[in-house]
C-alpha cells in the first residue's frame, strides 16, 4: 500500500528556495534535476523505510539525491498509523547538522 506523501511548510520553502538558487525557471539543465527531486521525494510513497534514520535524530530518515557535490538531504519522518510520509526538510548535505524545531513523528 502506498503512503501519502506530504510536504510539510518548511521543506517547501526550502524546495522553493532550492528552486529559485539553482534557476529552475531559465535553465532546462537545472529544471530538470529539480524534477528529478521532486520525483525522488514523491517516490517515496513506496517503501519509505528503505532509507536509513539520521544521526541527529533516530526518528527521522533520510533520502540523499544527487551527485558530488550536489547532494541533497530529504529528511523525513513515516508514520505508520496514518500511512503518511512527512517531509520535513531538504537541505544541503554540506550544511551543520539538522536540528529538529520540535517533537516530530
Known amino acids: 500500500m502506498a503512503y501519502l506523501v506530504r510536504i510539510m511548510p ?3 520553502r526550502d ?3 532550492i528552486f529559485d538558487y539553482i534557476g529552475g525557471l531559465t535553465s532546462p ?3 530538470e534535476w529539480f524534477d528529478g527531486l521532486v520525483e525522488s ?3 517515496l510513497a513506496e517503501s519509505p523505510q528503505r532509507h536509513p534514520a539520521i544521526p541527529e535524530n533516530a526518528r527521522l530518515r533520510h533520502l540523499l539525491y544527487g ?3 550536489h547532494i541533497y538531504r530529504i529528511i523525513y519522518a ?3 498509523s496514518r500511512q503518511q510520509v512527512n517531509i520535513v526538510h531538504v537541505r544541503h548535505h554540506a550544511r ?3 536540528k529538529p524545531t520540535k517533537t516530530i513523528q
Open 96 to 98: 551543520d547538522a539538522f
Open 15 to 17: 524546495l522553493l528556495a
Open 10 to 12: 518548511r521543506a517547501e
Open 78 to 80: 513515516v508514520d505508520l
Open 67 to 69: 551527485n558530488k557535490p
Open 41 to 43: 521525494i514523491a517516490g
Open 29 to 31: 539543465p537545472a529544471r
